[in-house]
């Protein structure tokens, strides 16, 4: 296959950079654009062209379309914190659809073909069923899955208009990092579950929050589908070459492994890693916040040649406190020596 440039929005933030290490190590010729609100000019591979700038601005993303020559687009930029879009949802309908839509209107007249988007189970709301189907309802309980909603009916409904193909991986919980360690979750104050665990371990938290210990699975505490960001990444190049491979088809997958473990599960798991406990702090449930949120993943089976090579929760924690501990060291680098 002719492997045709691609261009990665968000690809110096966590998911992004993930991708962009994907592609390169596959040989596609990989360009990103992030505007280093959350992202990390040190995520982006030494030899990957990098543009500091907007989704928004139309006028540059049409200059890296004709520089570069993309081909295909995979989109992460975008705001991901639930409660934050509860309290503050004109910023998510801003950057996750408003400029998204900016960013579709520049693919249409920059002749891009494909476009992956980067979605989320939170397109669910709180499924009546688990595991949870594609064909399932979608009804967003927070601006952040509205958003991305908006977005996947905002592409469907160009690819009816114009020639451009699209695939919407719907994400489950995403997690641990790079298996080399070249790159991970370094947003801080992230909110993810092992995320706030490593860090909880290494001491740069006093505890971890457990939200509801009353839910409806085995031993009291919600139970989510964790995936590994490698396996995830892997499924976006995946999708390009599907996508490549049909262009009059578009796709939309759940991502994730079809199992799922409880908040309990995964702070034992930590706990194993690093032979020491957390401080656990029991709090009530969080509104919204579904029993069990776990991934039919028949289709993306079926669709694509994806085999999980990370599916294993003891992998993704040490890939995460690998990461954690490497982003400390240079965390000290940076901070001057007193005195």
């Known amino acids: 296959m002719f492997k045709i440039p691609v261009l990665v929005t968000g690809g110096a933030g966590y998911i992004g950079s993930h991708a962009v290490l994907a592609l390169k190590d596959a040989g596609w010729p990989v360009v990103v654009i992030d505007n280093l ?32 020559g993309i081909g295909a687009i995979m989109h992460f930029a975008g705001s991901v914190v639930v409660p934050e879009s509860v309290e503050n949802p004109l910023k998510y309908y801003d950057n996750n659809t408003a400029r998204t839509r900016s960013l579709i209107a520049s693919a249409v007249r920059g002749g891009v073909r ?26 967003p309980i927070n601006p952040y899955g509205m958003s991305k909603l908006m977005t996947e009916l905002m592409l469907a409904d160009t690819a009816r208009a114009h020639p ?9 919980n995403v997690a641990g990092a790079d298996p080399q360690a070249r790159t991970g979750q370094s947003t801080a104050g992230a909110t993810h579950l092992i995320k706030v665990a490593v860090e909880a371990a290494l001491g740069k938290r006093d505890s971890v929050a457990v939200f509801g210990t009353d839910f409806d699975t085995p031993d009291g505490t919600g139970v989510r589908d964790y995936i590994h960001v490698t396996d995830l ?25 079809g199992r799922g473990f409880s908040v309990l ?20 449930r969080r509104p919204g916040d579904p029993d069990s949120l776990i991934s039919d993943n028949a289709r993306i089976k ?9 599916a294993d929760l003891d992998t993704i924690i040490a890939h995460a406190l690998a990461w954690e501990r490497k982003l400390g060291e240079m965390q000290a680098t940076l901070t001057p020596t007193p005195g």
């Open 302 to 310: 079926a669709t694509l040649p994806w085999v999980p090579r990370h």
């Open 164 to 172: 451009l193909n699209f695939c919407a991986l719907r994400y489950f």
């Open 233 to 257: 990444a892997d499924a976006h190049v995946l999708a390009l070459e599907a996508l490549i491979e049909n262009p009059g088809r578009s796709l939309t997958m759940n991502c994730g492994y």
């Open 114 to 139: 494909h476009f992956i988007f980067s979605s989320t189970a939170a397109t669910y709301g709180i499924p009546e069923v688990s595991p949870v189907t594609e064909d399932c309802p979608q009804r």
């Open 37 to 68: 609100v959350t992202g990390f000019r040190f995520a982006v591979p030494d030899g990957v062209p990098f543009y500091q700038g907007d989704i928004a601005d139309e006028a540059l993303l049409a200059r890296i379309v004709a520089e570069q």
């Open 265 to 284: 599960d995964v702070l034992d798991a930590v706990d194993r890693a690093t032979n020491q406990p957390i401080n656990r702090v029991l709090q009530g």
